[in-house]
């Protein structure tokens, strides 16, 4: 294990230190204009804190409006972040199992044409899955952005190289006693690709929560919308009263912290995907 020295770690603190201050400095400034009010803000004088906390930008941007409806939103994103977390985990966790545990013709050659589609932008995608999602009258509805990310390659990727790591004698011994190939995936695979799709996990709903481009472009109705898409109409909506699109982009924030700060424990184990293998 290597060792740092006493001038190494200081230096390694300062710097991240730094870096931390970075980051936080705008959520801080936010926070604190959420609580001022519009005069305030705009007055020409910087302040961090604001001279009178007042809670008038939360109630009015909570208070039920047809325009900008941001309880509905916050919904909508929750329904979509854990339904595409939940069909990611089935997907991968199966996928990965059949690439690594069953022999059938051509599966090597399948996989590589799976890991070559990982070379074309995102972009490239759109207009062939909104054309389906609109054939299967789904636009407009939590499954119009739920299923397109249902198999993401590179999450197949991860979760295959880790399965790979496994000793195929598990798989022998559990055959010898009769078991099937479901038995064995759910009784001896699965528990041990927990650190791998708990990684997966974390990710997902991040970028699920954080996706603007593809729920913006199915997701038109306003009853319908997502947080991060609604965020933007927030802003025009709100555009002269600062204090009430930065109390929306807070709102927003807050199952990002809650994930991280909650789920950190299981995070850093998760990175260590060598855990799971004994």
Same mark, same amino acid.
């Not at 078991?179 to 759910?186: G, M, Y």
């Not at 002269?240 to 850093?268: D, E, N, R, S, V």
């Given at each position: ?6 001038? $190494? *770690? ?32 705009? =007055? =020409? =004088?910087?302040? !961090? %804190? ?14 039920? /409006?047809?325009?900008? @409806? ?5 919904? /909508? ?8 977390? &939940?069909?990611?985990? &089935? ?9 690594? *545990?069953?022999?059938? *013709?051509? *599966?090597?050659?399948? %996989? ?15 207009? @062939?899955?909104? +054309? ?7 636009? /407009? ?22 399965? +790979? ?8 011994a559990a055959t010898i006693d ?14 041990? &690709? ?8 974390? %990710? ?11 729920? =913006? ?11 991060? @898409? ?8 709100? $555009? ?14 807050? @199952?990002?912290?809650? !994930?991280?700060?909650?789920?950190? +424990?299981? %995070? ?11």
């Open positions: 294990m290597m060792k740092f020295t006493v001038l $190494e *770690r200081f230096v390694a603190s300062v710097i991240l230190g730094i870096c931390s201050l970075i980051w936080i400095f705008p959520v801080a400034w936010a926070f604190f204009t959420s609580f001022k009010s519009k005069n305030e803000i705009l =007055s =020409s =004088s910087f302040s !961090m %804190f604001p001279k009178k906390y007042i809670l008038d930008n939360y109630l009015e941007l909570l208070d039920s /409006n047809e325009q900008t @409806p941001v309880l509905t939103w916050f919904f /909508n994103s929750i329904v979509i972040s854990v339904g595409q977390t &939940i069909l990611v985990l &089935i997907v991968v966790s199966l996928a990965a199992y059949g690439y690594t *545990r069953v022999d059938f *013709r051509g *599966r090597d050659l399948l %996989f590589l044409i799976l890991l070559s589609t990982m070379m074309f932008p995102a972009v490239l995608s759109l207009i @062939p899955n909104y +054309k389906i999602i609109d054939s299967m009258g789904l636009v /407009n509805s939590p499954l119009a952005v739920i299923l397109p990310g249902a198999a993401g390659v590179y999450n197949v990727f991860l979760v295959h190289q880790f399965a +790979k790591g496994i000793p195929k004698d598990l798989d022998e009769g078991a099937n190939h479901l038995q064995i995936f759910f009784h001896v695979i699965l528990p041990l &690709i927990k650190p791998a799709l708990t990684v997966v996990a974390l %990710f997902t709903f991040a970028a699920s929560w954080n996706d603007f481009l593809w729920p =913006s472009i199915v997701l038109t109705d306003v009853e319908a919308m997502a947080i991060t @898409p609604g965020l933007q109409l927030l802003q025009g909506q709100y $555009e002269t009263y600062p204090g009430i699109a930065t109390a929306g982009a807070l709102i927003a924030l807050l @199952p990002m912290l809650g !994930m991280f700060m909650f789920a950190q +424990k299981y %995070f850093m184990q998760a990175l260590q995907l060598s855990s799971g293998i004994k």
